[in-house]
């Protein structure tokens, strides 16, 4: 069973758009919510992370934005550029198990 | 500094072998956790350690799998009798803080099985 789902598979933006991702979760007890970029070859990276006492993050070019009534939370990219180029997942957790979604391949064209 | 190492970083078994996957921490990170990453079913998470203690082994597919962590640092994750459909990519990660800190993944073990 997916507890996190997330959408689009796959996205293509032009240089200098606005990337979004987004995700849904059913398990009202998830308290962690972060989003890893993942590069062919490598190891997911922690991108960026929030808790739902908040509802919005920024780092840089990168925010999420949660909405803790709805159960959603996404990730915008601003100003994306061809080196955003990669897999993104989102996750939630509560405890230890970090639960995945299925990733987003975003293609950033110059 | 030095982020999660894992070895090797491809291997190539023939079904029915037995694989050891390694995985060194990052120094000082207490808690420490296995995934599998593959194209049908996304990033699984299958055993966390706290210590050398592992609480929970539910995510571990089946009895095949099994998973050891010595002083509190290197981990090796075991598969005996290899199948194809063991064939992924597995990541390890640590984090500081227990369960409660962020987990930094290493570059992953990619297991190929013929």
């Known amino acids: 069973q997916q507890q996190v789902k997330q959408s689009p598979q796959s996205l293509i933006v032009q240089k200098g758009g606005i990337s979004i991702i987004n995700c849904a979760y059913e398990?009202?007890?998830?308290?962690?919510f972060p989003w890893y970029q993942q590069f062919p070859g490598k190891g997911p990276a922690l991108l960026i992370a929030?808790?739902?006492?908040?509802s919005e993050k920024k780092e840089g070019r990168f925010t999420i934005s949660f909405n803790k009534s709805a159960k959603q939370f996404s990730l915008h990219i601003m100003d994306s550029q061809p080196g955003d180029s990669a897999t993104y997942f989102c996750?939630?957790?509560?405890?230890?198990?970090?639960?995945f979604g299925k990733g987003t391949s975003l293609l950033v064209t110059p | 500094g030095a982020g999660v190492s894992q070895s090797p970083s491809n291997k190539v078994t023939e079904k029915g072998k037995d694989v050891e996957l390694r995985c060194d921490p990052i120094?000082?990170?207490?808690?420490l956790y296995w995934y599998r990453q593959s194209l049908g079913q996304g990033l699984e998470f299958l055993i966390y350690f706290q210590g050398n203690s592992a609480p929970d082994k539910s995510g571990l597919p089946s009895d095949r799998f099994s998973a050891e962590r010595t002083g509190g640092s290197v981990s090796t994750l075991t598969i005996q009798r290899t199948q194809q459909e063991d064939s992924a990519v597995y990541l390890c990660?640590?984090?500081?803080?227990?369960?409660?800190?962020?987990?930094?993944f290493g570059p992953g073990t990619r297991l190929t099985v013929t």
């Open positions: 996750a939630a957790k509560v405890g230890y198990a970090l639960n």
């Open positions: 929030i808790r739902p006492d908040v």
């Open positions: 120094s000082g990170h207490t808690a």
């Open positions: 990660a640590s984090s500081l803080q227990g369960a409660k800190g962020e987990q930094y």
């Open positions: 398990n009202t007890a998830f308290d962690y």
